[in-house]
């Protein structure tokens, strides 16, 4: 099993930074990527993943914005997020893949970001 902790969730002001922590703790030598998703009224979407060797994917929207980052030594992933608008608003998920033999998705609680005008 695997635990999600994140935090860094808020209120900010349009084009303002935020940055997002998530830990995993437990059965971590079964993850490989990591990621954050965010859910909005109606969808849920990927914002960012980062895989155990460093390999990054971004979603179209987020791109020149966000960076996502690794340390496989803490479990630990960070989403830096600059430029924010107010259609970022959403819950951040935060994400553990653990591949198969295992193939399981773990999520965290979630934390809510807000950006205003």
């Known amino acids: 099993q695997v635990q999600i902790v994140e935090s860094g969730g808020g209120s900010v002001q349009a084009g303002g930074p935020l940055r997002l922590s998530c830990a995993a703790s437990?059965?971590?030598?079964?993850?490989?990527?990591m990621g954050w998703y965010r859910q909005s009224p109606g969808q849920r979407e990927l914002v960012a993943t980062i895989s155990s060797g460093g390999a990054t994917r971004y979603s179209d929207s987020v791109k020149g914005r966000f960076t996502i980052s690794r340390d496989n030594a803490k479990n630990t992933v960070w989403l830096q997020m600059n430029s924010l608008k107010p259609e970022d608003t959403a819950v951040y998920y935060c994400?553990?893949?653990?591949?198969?033999?295992?193939?399981?998705?773990?999520w965290g609680q979630g934390t809510q970001v807000t950006v205003f005008t």
């Open positions: 437990g059965s971590t030598f079964t993850i490989n990527a």
């Open positions: 994400n553990a893949n653990s591949p198969p033999p295992w193939g399981h998705d773990y």
